[in-house]
Nanobody, 115 residues
Framework: QVQLVESGGGLVQAGGSLRLSCAAS????????MAWYRQAPGKQREMVAR???????NYADSVKGRFTISADNAKNTVNLQMNSLKPEDTAVYYC?????????WGQGTQVTISS
């Protein structure tokens, strides 16, 4: 069973930055896709950013140019650097991993942006 543990959420003012990390318990860790999703109150969960095993990345239009996803295979972590944060970025952020054994989710970390 693979466990994903997110960290780095918190409360920041608009315009600030946060860095989320997702640590995977599997050793060795080989993924097809790692992604960050978010879910705001009353809204559907949406993909924010994802990185494939070949290093290619995709971003939601709403975060392009502000967020950067990166994978550190040596540390079994995937990070999401979030800059120029806006109140509409407020949500619970979830880490997701697509592995050969299935799709796994973390428990989520709250990100709150004050105006």
């Amino acid at each position: 069973q693979v466990q994903l543990v997110e960290s780095g959420g918190g409360l920041v003012q608009a315009g600030g930055s946060l860095r989320l990390s997702c640590a995977a318990s599997a050793r060795p860790f080989s993924f097809y896709v790692m992604a960050w999703y978010r879910q705001a109150p009353g809204k559907q969960r949406e993909m924010v950013a994802r990185v494939s095993s070949d290093g290619s990345t995709n971003y939601a239009d709403s975060v392009k140019g502000r967020f950067t996803i990166s994978a550190d295979n040596a540390k079994n972590t995937v990070n999401l650097q979030m800059n120029s944060l806006k109140p509409e970025d407020t949500a619970v952020y979830y880490c997701s991993a697509l592995l050969s054994t299935g799709t796994y989710w973390g428990q989520g970390t709250q990100v709150t942006i004050s105006s």
